[in-house]
């Protein structure tokens, strides 16, 4: 079925170093793909998206590009704020245009 | 745009009492809202599948007479949580899905916690 592997936290990271959050699909046909972001105490807000193969994802320095060949969408940014601190969720359109989620990966910017 | 708020934000209630929680989307219509469950530094599960003016879809293992789902607007899901227990403590997270998109817009979650 449809599913989604991303690597487990927590990531500590001090300010200003770089991010990288891995996520794998499974290959059936070509889904969208998503990453999520939620901060403590709240609901998921939608931080990227790519819809087909190559197209690459961007919002607030972050950027995720779509791999097909990998079947990989991992999470990068250049340079982490303490605000980054965060739990991300890697995501794919599934049937029904349900969303699968990873696990989550728990992000903590240390200043 | 596309904002979905739910209500409350927290709840708390004793056990075998039942709690109504709603979603609204404030800016769109949406004819299909989905709900999950979020237990501690887990991801989100899919709880069910609410439709306007229909049955809700429910997931493999959701008990649907325990989570009641009403769907009677195209701006409002509400998710019963009948005869509560403690075991019922959760974050439930509502999304409304926008058309012609059929992008996701998620509520900012409501805390349940069973005394």
């Known amino acids: 079925g449809d599913s989604v592997t991303q690597m487990e936290g927590p990531v500590t990271l001090s300010e200003e170093a770089f991010l990288t959050i891995n996520c794998t699909y499974t290959a059936t046909g070509y889904p969208s793909l998503f990453w999520y972001v939620q901060y403590p105490g709240e609901g998921l807000q939608l931080l990227l998206k790519a819809t087909k193969a190559d197209d690459k994802g961007s919002n607030k320095g972050f950027e995720a590009t779509y791999r097909k060949e990998t079947t990989s969408f991992h999470l990068e940014k250049g340079s982490v704020q303490v605000s980054d601190s965060a739990v991300y969720f890697c995501?794919?359109?599934?049937?029904?245009?349900?969303?699968?989620f990873g696990g989550g990966t728990r992000v903590l910017v240390k200043p | 745009g596309a904002v979905v708020s739910q209500h409350p934000s927290r709840v708390i209630c004793k056990s075998g009492t039942s709690v109504k929680i709603e979603c609204r989307s404030l800016d769109f219509q949406a004819t299909t809202m989905f709900w999950y469950r979020q237990f501690p530094k887990q991801s989100l599960m899919l709880m069910a599948t609410s439709n306007e003016g229909s049955k809700a879809t429910y997931e493999q293992g959701v008990e649907k007479d325990k989570f009641l789902i009403n769907h009677a607007s195209l701006t409002l899901s509400t998710l019963t949580v009948t005869s509560a227990h403690p075991e019922d403590s959760s974050f439930y997270i509502c999304?409304?899905?926008?058309?012609?998109?059929?992008?996701?817009?998620f509520g900012p979650g409501t805390r349940l916690t069973v005394t």
């Open positions: 995501a794919r359109k599934a049937a029904g245009n349900k969303l699968t």
């Open positions: 999304s409304a899905r926008q058309e012609p998109t059929y992008e996701q817009y």
